[in-house]
């Protein structure tokens, strides 16, 4: 018997999952898991909105997962009918929690597979970059090509004073060619990805979705969530249709929305937005670049790691 853990924000908040309290008491529906990174709570969400036929479980994102979760998490897949999974590595951060492993703990759920979707196309300058040791950049977690490209070409000799120089030039703004380039690689990775994995397919569904197709490059807007959750219905002959739930998700950071951008995808520019929303706070775009540019001078590893890896896409943004 799994032990039940400590009251707390947390185990409230996932209550179902770690057993706490009772809202589920006499609830005899199939059990739905979607398992995977903060679009799977997402997911959860629309599918909770749109059908009844399943016990929709919250569980924390697998970035989150700790040894202490694994009892729980068996427990809870040992119930479950449907089992709804962004590819996962086996051995993820040392856990059983990869999409097989998941998989073979849940032997009477049937198996849904969802892409991770990452899109570019309406934040081509934005990237995510890795780095042992050195955590996320200052303000967002996400790093701009310009101002990586910006760290390079105003870093300090060694031993000279370092910090926020360059902040005030102007970002550069990429030519329609390039623009398009970083798009077609987004959209052409996101189909490569959906293909190898055998996943449904999302990527058709964001040219549609428009300036509303992401919030940043990983995390997608209502529309994609609300189109990706039909097809994992309609796989599961549900008989449902997806429902908004009438409220953003994924919001807690809003990226900016370039009119450069948004024209040359056919989109209408005064869409355009020209700073963050950070947890429903307005950020200036500068305040960010400043930040990040001082966070640059203390981690000249980053900004190596950013060149090597985003190499394609800056070459075409002319960076």
Same mark, same amino acid.
């Given at each position: 018997m799994t032990a039940t853990p400590p009251v707390d924000g947390r185990t409230r908040h996932y209550g179902d999952f770690y057993g706490v309290g009772d809202a589920t008491a006499g609830d005899d529906r199939p059990v739905l898991v979607v398992h995977g990174n903060c679009q799977a709570e997402a997911m959860r969400v629309v599918l909770e909105t749109s059908t009844h036929t399943f016990r929709c479980v919250r569980v924390p994102p697998v970035?989150?997962?700790?040894?202490?979760?694994?009892?729980?998490? $068996?427990?809870?897949?040992? $119930?479950?009918?449907?089992?709804?999974?962004?590819?996962?590595?086996?051995?993820?951060?040392?856990?059983?929690?990869?999409?097989?492993?998941?998989?073979?703990?849940? =032997?009477?759920?049937?198996?849904?597979?969802?892409?991770?979707?990452?899109?570019?196309?309406?934040?081509? @300058?934005?990237?995510?970059?890795?780095?042992?040791?050195?955590?996320? =950049?200052?303000?967002?977690? @996400?790093?701009?090509?310009?101002?990586?490209?910006?760290?390079?070409?105003?870093?300090?000799?060694?031993?000279?004073?370092?910090?926020?120089?360059?902040?005030?030039?102007?970002?550069?703004?990429?030519?329609r060619a390039g623009l398009l380039a970083v798009a077609d690689r987004s959209r052409a990775e996101l189909r490569r990805r959906e293909a190898a994995h055998g996943t449904l397919v999302v990527s058709d569904l964001l040219e549609a979705a428009g300036a509303e197709a992401s919030h940043t490059l990983n995390h997608p807007g209502n529309p994609v969530l609300v189109g990706l959750v039909q097809r994992v219905l309609d796989a599961?002959?549900?008989?449902? $249709?997806?429902?908004?739930?009438?409220?953003v998700l994924l919001r807690s950071v809003l990226a900016p929305l370039h009119p450069e951008v948004l024209d040359a995808l056919g989109l209408d520019p005064a869409r355009a937005r020209p700073d963050w929303l950070v947890n429903g706070e307005p950020v200036t775009d500068r305040a960010v670049r400043e930040a990040q540019l001082a966070w640059y001078a203390e981690h000249p590893e980053v900004v190596t790691a950013g060149l090597a890896r985003h190499a394609d896409a800056m070459r075409d943004l002319g960076l």
């Amino acid at each position: 018997m799994t032990a039940t853990p400590p009251v707390d924000g947390r185990t409230r908040h996932y209550g179902d999952f770690y057993g706490v309290g009772d809202a589920t008491a006499g609830d005899d529906r199939p059990v739905l898991v979607v398992h995977g990174n903060c679009q799977a709570e997402a997911m959860r969400v629309v599918l909770e909105t749109s059908t009844h036929t399943f016990r929709c479980v919250r569980v924390p994102p697998v970035h989150e997962l700790v040894a202490g979760d694994e009892p729980h998490l $068996t427990r809870l897949l040992r $119930t479950c009918a449907v089992l709804v999974s962004q590819p996962v590595r086996d051995g993820y951060h040392g856990l059983p929690l990869g999409t097989a492993e998941v998989a073979a703990a849940a =032997p009477a759920a049937r198996l849904v597979l969802v892409p991770v979707v990452r899109d570019s196309r309406l934040h081509p @300058y934005q990237a995510l970059v890795r780095v042992d040791g050195a955590g996320e =950049p200052p303000v967002v977690p @996400y790093h701009d090509l310009r101002t990586l490209a910006l760290a390079a070409r105003t870093a300090a000799p060694a031993g000279s004073a370092r910090g926020g120089a360059g902040a005030s030039e102007a970002p550069r703004t990429a030519g329609r060619a390039g623009l398009l380039a970083v798009a077609d690689r987004s959209r052409a990775e996101l189909r490569r990805r959906e293909a190898a994995h055998g996943t449904l397919v999302v990527s058709d569904l964001l040219e549609a979705a428009g300036a509303e197709a992401s919030h940043t490059l990983n995390h997608p807007g209502n529309p994609v969530l609300v189109g990706l959750v039909q097809r994992v219905l309609d796989a599961l002959g549900a008989g449902a $249709t997806a429902r908004d739930p009438g409220r953003v998700l994924l919001r807690s950071v809003l990226a900016p929305l370039h009119p450069e951008v948004l024209d040359a995808l056919g989109l209408d520019p005064a869409r355009a937005r020209p700073d963050w929303l950070v947890n429903g706070e307005p950020v200036t775009d500068r305040a960010v670049r400043e930040a990040q540019l001082a966070w640059y001078a203390e981690h000249p590893e980053v900004v190596t790691a950013g060149l090597a890896r985003h190499a394609d896409a800056m070459r075409d943004l002319g960076l």
